[in-house]
């Protein structure tokens, strides 16, 4: 039986008792979204900005107006640009800065919080360098505190306005510590964050979550350079369905199960932001593929796309563990070595044939037509 199967049985289990006061660390799109949804579900809710300014502003039009502007903050929710006021008698920490800032966040957050204070991370993203996955970041900063993760297919938008919603929160607490089942951080936030829109599931597979989150921005860039340059539908079917092999070829290594990311933090987010220009990562390689300058995307507004830093560190973490992610190799061509997307498109698909699923036909042949695929791509991409 998982550590999760709560109450699956005749003798069921207590019902897990959800983390009471919420301090929600991160104040774009979807820090704002989580704090409405965590609102809703009646917990008390403390929302940090980093500004002062910005705090002042969210306060005063009781909207998030840069960054979610079309649904109102309840009266419930405190906002502070002080973190220590923030985290103050928080239950739990729900983390959702960029994952450029999650180490340094969780560095001030060590200054403040007990080490029984767990943290949930919703960035999605690998470190580069370090190549690790956000909540060991945030855990090499901390005092062993429990760490969990919430990722899944979740425009902070229509998360917000209700939209029904779906998400999973992991956690290894159960694991490691032998914690009951209803006991676990991300059963204790599933219960917490839960509404009549926002339906958590949990996980006990942490890495599996989290490397879901961190790739599929990737692909998703891979997607939009894809249509941004006119091929079509089929296309984008292969990326996210081979996307999803890699996937689960990086997860096994990290500690994750293949399983997993056949789940909402896998698939369900790779389909997602492989199909919506909701998406910033699809929509930033759509402006890419169409032939905008990377400075010019998003009218040289400054956005958070993951993805473009993670196609480096996705690929060096792969690299180091003898994975081979085409996919995430070829975007990193793209956008970090000068590759144009027709030669990118032609290393792809004039690879080696393989089996499907790879597991279970250990074959590689030679590709009859890979010299032409290049010239191929060119011309029709001309
Ligand atoms: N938006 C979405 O739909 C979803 C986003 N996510 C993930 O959530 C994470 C956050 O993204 P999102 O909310 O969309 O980003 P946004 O671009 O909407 O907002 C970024 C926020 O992070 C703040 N920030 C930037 N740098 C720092 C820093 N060094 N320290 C503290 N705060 C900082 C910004 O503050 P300032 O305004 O002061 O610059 C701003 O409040 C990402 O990893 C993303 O992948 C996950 C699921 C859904
Ligand atoms: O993670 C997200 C949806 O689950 C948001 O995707 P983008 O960061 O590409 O906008």
């Known amino acids: 039986m998982s550590a999760f199967d709560i109450g699956a049985s005749d003798d069921r289990a207590p019902a897990p008792a959800p983390y009471r006061r919420i301090a929600v660390v991160g104040a774009g799109s979807w820090g704002t979204a989580l704090a409405i949804i965590a609102a809703k579900?009646?917990?008390?809710?403390?929302?940090?900005?980093?500004?002062?300014?910005?705090?002042?502003?969210?306060?005063?039009?009781?909207?998030?107006?840069?960054?979610?502007?079309?649904?109102?903050?309840?009266?419930?929710?405190?906002?502070?640009?002080?973190?220590?006021?923030?985290?103050?008698d928080a239950d739990a920490i729900l983390m959702v800065v960029p994952s450029s800032a999650v180490r340094?966040?969780?560095?001030?957050?060590?200054?403040?919080?007990?080490?029984?204070?767990?943290?949930?991370?919703?960035?999605?993203?690998?470190e580069p360098g370090s190549g690790l996955l956000?909540?060991?970041?945030?855990?090499?900063?901390?005092?062993?505190?429990?760490?969990?993760?919430l990722s899944g297919p979740n425009f902070a938008?229509?998360?917000?306005?209700?939209?029904?919603?779906?998400?999973?929160?992991?956690?290894?607490?159960?694991?490691?510590?032998?914690?009951?089942?209803?006991?676990?951080?991300?059963?204790?936030?599933?219960?917490?964050m839960g509404t009549e829109s926002f339906r958590p599931y949990i996980s006990d597979d942490l890495p599996g979550v989290e490397v879901g989150g961190a790739l599929k921005n990737v692909i998703a860039i891979a997607c939009g350079i894809a249509t941004g340059?006119?091929?079509?539908?089929?296309?984008?079917a292969a990326l996210i369905t081979r996307g999803l092999d890699e996937m689960k070829r990086l997860a096994e290594p990290l500690?994750?199960?293949?399983?997993?990311?056949?789940?909402?933090?896998?698939?369900?987010?790779?389909?997602?932001?492989?199909?919506?220009?909701?998406s910033r990562n699809m929509s930033?390689?759509?402006?890419?593929?169409?032939?905008?300058?990377?400075?010019?995307?998003?009218?040289?507004?400054?956005?958070?796309?993951?993805?473009?830093?993670?196609?480096l560190s996705v690929t060096d973490l792969a690299r180091k563990h003898g994975v081979h992610l085409p996919i995430c190799e070829a975007v990193r061509g793209i956008l970090h070595e000068g590759h144009a997307v027709s030669d990118a498109f032609a290393m792809l698909w004039g690879r080696p044939i393989e089996g499907e699923p790879r597991a279970l036909v250990e074959l590689e042949i030679g590709h009859p037509h890979a010299r032409r695929a290049r010239w191929h791509f060119e011309e029709i991409l001309s």
Not at 169 to 185: K, Q, R, Y
Not at 229 to 236: D, E, I, K, S, Y
């Open 229 to 236: 340059a006119g091929f079509g539908a089929n296309t984008r």
């Open 255 to 278: 500690g994750g199960r293949r399983e997993t990311v056949t789940g909402l933090a896998g698939v369900g987010d790779l389909t997602l932001t492989c199909s919506s220009e909701a």
């Open 134 to 149: 956000m909540s060991d970041v945030a855990a090499e900063e901390l005092h062993g505190n429990p760490m969990g993760a």
């Open 41 to 88: 579900a009646g917990r008390g809710v403390t929302l940090w900005a980093r500004r002062d300014d910005h705090a002042r502003a969210l306060r005063e039009d009781g909207r998030n107006a840069r960054y979610l502007p079309d649904v109102n903050l309840p009266d419930s929710i405190r906002v502070t640009s002080n973190l220590a006021i923030a985290v103050e």
């Open 104 to 126: 340094e966040t969780a560095k001030k957050l060590a200054e403040l919080i007990p080490a029984t204070t767990p943290v949930i991370l919703a960035a999605k993203g690998i």
């Open 157 to 192: 938008g229509e998360a917000a306005a209700g939209h029904p919603t779906a998400c999973t929160i992991a956690s290894d607490c159960g694991e490691l510590f032998d914690t009951a089942p209803a006991e676990t951080v991300a059963a204790r936030m599933a219960v917490a």
């Open 284 to 311: 930033f390689g759509l402006q890419l593929g169409q032939g905008i300058k990377r400075e010019d995307t998003f009218d040289g507004k400054p956005v958070v796309v993951e993805g473009d830093r993670n196609a």
